[in-house]
């Protein structure tokens, strides 16, 4: 694979702006880092995050924006400002590598999709769980009817933090349905396509005093069934719970934890399957080989650039999941 000159723009304390630049550090074969800007006054809020930059040049927006050799951008800022910086790139015709899920303004994202449609260019959202080894597995197995018919996705995704991040969640409409229930609905979507209704469930717990939406929950109904997206930010061993539950005709199979630290970014999965319709049946519980998401996923990345794979999230795709996750968030993302 020919090498790709990229450049970052931003970073973040709350989502995967390190790990992403760590990554492209490590892939020096594919990656060319040509530097990284901080445009929303990312060096003053973030200052401990500033070390893993430290050697590469410091850049301006537009210095990234009006150079023709760097062909790749990662837009790693905090949320809000993602479709802002994603779009400026998409205008210049860059390739694009963005946090997920995107800034909060519907018509923004539209006008992005619309861009980089036109343009040809890749748009590749890092929604992590698509480069988990065994769940983009399963998702095709499910795919080929290995489970049959599906009856329902439950999908869990918790954790418990501090107030200060819980405060932060008011950025967002849905609180925590928009800033970590984004990834169950697109597991949610890939395996069961668009819901016939959705209904949000989201809540304010209202400890500590904190005025967050903080616990979210929301219903996708479809023919055969109702699947569901719950995740909240103030559940004690909320990690140990983040599952995956895909129940068909044919068999079902359970993910949990969705992921386990193993000297992080390395990560392993446990599951569990089964293919018996007795009352009685067991399965027994088995776990991945370690794997670093970011590797694969930055990876996966690069060989789009190079012409070398096509992305398998079409824009139109990631148009209707972006609006899926609004209504499920209780919005339909006007400004």
Known sequence: MRKIKIAQIGTSHNSHGTAIWNSLKKQNDIFEI???AMP???KEKFPDHMEEFKGYPELTVDEIMQNPEIE???IETEEIYLTKYALLAAEHKKHIHMEKPGGIVLSDFEKLIETVKKNKTVFHIGYMYRYNPYISKLIDRVKAGEFGEIISVETHMSGYHETELRSWLKTF???IMFFLGCHLIDLI????GIPERIIPLNKRTGFDNVDSTDFGMAVLEYKNGVSFAKTTDIECGGFLRRQLVVTGTKGMVEVKPLEENVNYPGTITHFKENFDTSWNAKAEKRVTEVFDRYDNMLHSFGEMVAGEKENPWSY?????LYKIILKCCGTNGHE
Do not use: T
């Open 72 to 74: 790749a951008v990662a």
């Open 40 to 42: 929303e006054n990312e």
């Open 34 to 36: 040509c530097g990284y």
């Open 316 to 320: 139109d795709y990631e148009f209707k």
């Open 173 to 175: 409409p849905g609180g």
């Open 189 to 192: 979507l890939q395996i069961q």
